[in-house]
């Protein structure tokens, strides 16, 4: 999609269509009154008599309104104008690409864009709509060998803003969004691979890749025997199971100068989780293929601050393995030694996740971080708890959870914190280790994340349990990309904020 940024008139522009506002009910916003004023009250008078409401989402398609330059004209519905917030703008962007993509219409000047949400600006606003649009196009049918097509799609937006003033920040904005974008598809692209392609070899071999495009990225990956001489017992306990080799990927993005400390992510990249011995049930244990949500979103979110040029120095860490139940799998009961020394009584191989995060964080500590941060898709707990809407967030330093839930508002890719209260710890209590890998049903969210707290002590830590937020089910199975939007803002605020 090919994005822009214009100050102009919406009745005078030469385009397939121009898209506009209407709040509920029947409130014209203002780029809808300009066109209503300029064709003699042609848009209020079908209003009135009840075309469209200004219901969120809804959808009303005007051809050759008179007196504009344009060959169509979208009405959108917005909702209630005090009610209009981050959510509908994403879903009333989303709408917009979705529509015209299939309608011919190939060019639409969009003037959502000047729609006012509290405390949000213009650079916000066109780098939200070039993410929602991008989300509302992806599709993925690398797989597919007939391959559903447009015959006229969507090719060109240019959103309107204001005035000439606000074109050098939107266009940074256009850039922002495209890279976010790009980092989401990447995420997406890499989750909706099945099992028996996107393996640990192939997210290595993408990371690589990743590395041979963008200069200032170095890739490392660490094969199985140079975990061994890492002791990194407990990860290897995971792999063990599986004839695919397992490896750790290191991404290492430096942007900023030498003595700057990294950011770094973890995110857990179990390529397919079966639950090992502790074997899961069959249900939709495909949806299984997506236990790699954390990997992608930190090589997709790698990726963006690569293509951003950011000014920071990131890393990136990925653990990635399968967990099958081979003849060599880790049973039930087995004792295995972390590479910090820890041992860990491993009471259900289901609990693979921080089995093999917690090498990865201890691993962290090696580049002595700024802060880490690990993503993963940890427990089904987490659904339960949240649902779908807000990732799950604990750590061990308030500052870092605060910038993580703003950085959440901001880009609308929110999460929400749970207690990561001492008094959970007992649950991982073990007679015959350090630790036990579970810590009963109680909190299951809460104390997966006490586990890794355990091997996080030398520095600033939060983690994400995306189980909810990296995927829908259902219908609509697929990789959201999140919480690329989300990482990509906190590392956008820091920068912001030390003035960089
Ligand atoms: N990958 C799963 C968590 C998960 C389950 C994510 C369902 C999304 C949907 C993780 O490895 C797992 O199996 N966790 C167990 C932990 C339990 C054994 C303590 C779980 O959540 O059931
Ligand atoms: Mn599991
Ligand atoms: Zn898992």
């Known amino acids: 999609m090919e994005f822009s940024v214009k100050s102009g008139s919406p009745e005078k522009q030469r385009i397939s269509c121009v898209a506009v506002g209407v709040f509920e009910s029947r409130k014209l916003s203002h780029s809808a009154q300009i066109l209503d004023e300029a064709s003699d009250g042609y848009i209020a008078n079908l209003i009135r008599r009840g075309e469209c409401e200004g219901k969120l989402g809804q959808t009303l398609l005007l051809h050759n309104v008179p007196n504009t330059l344009c060959d169509r004209v979208l009405l959108i519905g917005c909702g209630r104008e005090k009610n209009f917030d981050t959510g509908s703008f994403q879903k009333t962007n989303n709408m ?132 061994e001489e890492l002791k990194m017992g407990s990860f290897l306990s995971v792999s063990r199971g599986s004839r695919q080799p397992a490896k750790l990927i290191t991404m290492e993005y430096a942007g900023g100068d030498k003595n700057q400390k990294p950011i770094v992510f973890v995110g857990k990249g179990v390529t397919f989780d079966s639950g090992g011995i502790s074997l899961k049930p ?60 820890t041992t860990i009584e491993i009471l259900n191989t289901d609990a693979e996740g921080r089995l093999i995060l917690c090498d990865a ?47 959440g508002k901001i880009s609308g890719d929110r999460c929400w914190e749970l207690p990561l209260w001492d008094d959970y710890q007992q649950q991982l209590d073990s007679n015959f280790a350090d630790i036990a890998n579970i810590g009963g049903k109680e909190a299951g969210t809460i104390t997966a994340a006490c586990f890794l707290s355990r091997f996080t ?40 904020e030390q003035k960089l």
């Open 96 to 227: 917009v690409a979705k529509f015209l993509d299939e309608r011919g219409a190939t060019e639409v000047f969009s003037c959502l864009t000047e729609l006012p949400i509290k405390s949000r600006d213009i650079a916000w606003k066109v780098s939200q709509a070039v993410q929602a649009t991008e989300d509302a196009l992806y599709s993925f049918d690398q797989l597919k060998t007939v391959k559903e097509s447009t015959r006229r799609p969507l090719r060109k937006i240019i959103f309107s803003v204001p005035s000439r003033r606000e074109l050098p920040d939107s266009e940074q904005a256009v850039r922002n969004g495209m890279a976010i974008a790009s980092g989401m598809t990447l995420a997406k692209d890499l989750a909706n691979l099945p099992g028996n392609i996107c393996t640990p070899s192939y997210l290595a071999e993408q990371a690589k890749a990743l590395g041979k495009t963008y200069r200032d990225l170095k890739v490392e990956i660490l094969e199985e025997s140079d975990m």
């Open 282 to 341: 069959g249900a939709a244990m495909d949806e299984m293929k997506y236990d790699m949500c954390g990997a992608a979103s930190v090589i997709g979110v790698m990726s963006t601050c690569a293509e951003l040029q950011l000014p920071i120095n990131v890393v990136g860490i990925v653990p990635a393995t399968e967990n099958l139940p081979d003849g060599l799998a880790t049973k039930p009961g087995d004792i295995v030694t972390s590479m910090s020394g």
């Open 361 to 407: 964080l201890t691993y962290a500590g090696k580049y002595d971080p700024h802060v880490v941060i690990d993503i993963a898709t940890l427990t089904g707990a987490c659904i339960i708890a949240l649902g779908n809407h807000p990732s799950g967030l604990m750590g061990n330093h308030n500052p870092l959870i605060n910038d993580l839930l703003n950085a």
């Open 457 to 496: 002590k030398k520095y600033h830590w939060s983690h994400l349990d995306i189980a909810g937020t990296a995927w829908r089910s259902g219908k609509q199975k697929g990789a959201t990309g999140r919480p690329v939007p989300l990482l990509t803002q906190y590392l956008l605020n820091y920068i912001a």
